[in-house]
């Protein structure tokens, strides 16, 4: 099973400023790895796969960048409907497997 | 408008059995593969299962492999989760969810059904 790992467990950033977020799998996915914001009472949303490319309707502010086993997701710009949970994905390999997710949070 | 909508959860005593469904609708369903992800109460996502559009090829979690059973019916465009023995730790909201063209990454997700195992 592919690990994935995230860093920081939580986020502390102020509005309009920038978030890099980090996604570790155990071994290489290749580019198979996605991105995705939840906010409290809500399904996830899918915001980039490919490693990245934008999904439909997700704002320029979110690039996703990485291959191999080092991810990065980065919200140039904070909004106040930014500040969620974000959680990476590989789809290499069976078991899909997630991260344990980021926290960005209002500092 | 593309559309999951889950139904099917509850409270169930350990050692028994639900069955989730999953209603599809807005595309077409027979062409894309599907999938349950669940997610603990404060806690992160799990992937569970899939199942694939052509073949109908499925995939487990080691965590759910012998006890789940996933299905789809392509003429009532359904998805279902055929959950037995459960336990405590299947405690979760369960989340359908279609892969996006030409990768297994989610794109739609339905709101999410809530299964509660617990005596």
Known sequence: ?107 | EVQLLESGGGLVQPGGSLRLSCAASGFTFNSYGMNWVRQAPGKGLEWVSAVSAGRGSTFYADSVKGRFTISRDNSKNTLYLQMNSLRAEDTAVYYCAKDQTGTTAFDIWGQGTMVTVSS
């Open chain 1, 1 to 107: 099973e592919i690990v994935m790992t995230q860093s920081p467990a939580t986020l502390s950033v102020s509005p309009g400023e920038r978030a890099t977020l980090s996604c570790r799998a155990s071994q290489s996915v290749r580019s198979t790895l996605a991105w995705y914001q939840q906010k409290p009472g809500q399904a996830p949303r899918l915001l980039i796969s490919g490693a990245s490319t934008r999904a439909t309707g997700v704002p320029a502010r979110f690039s996703g960048s990485g291959s191999g086993t080092e991810f990065t997701l980065t919200v140039s710009s904070l909004q106040s409907e930014d500040f969620a949970v974000y959680y990476c994905q590989q789809y290499q390999n069976w078991p899909l497997t997630f991260g344990g997710g980021t926290k960005v949070e209002i500092k």
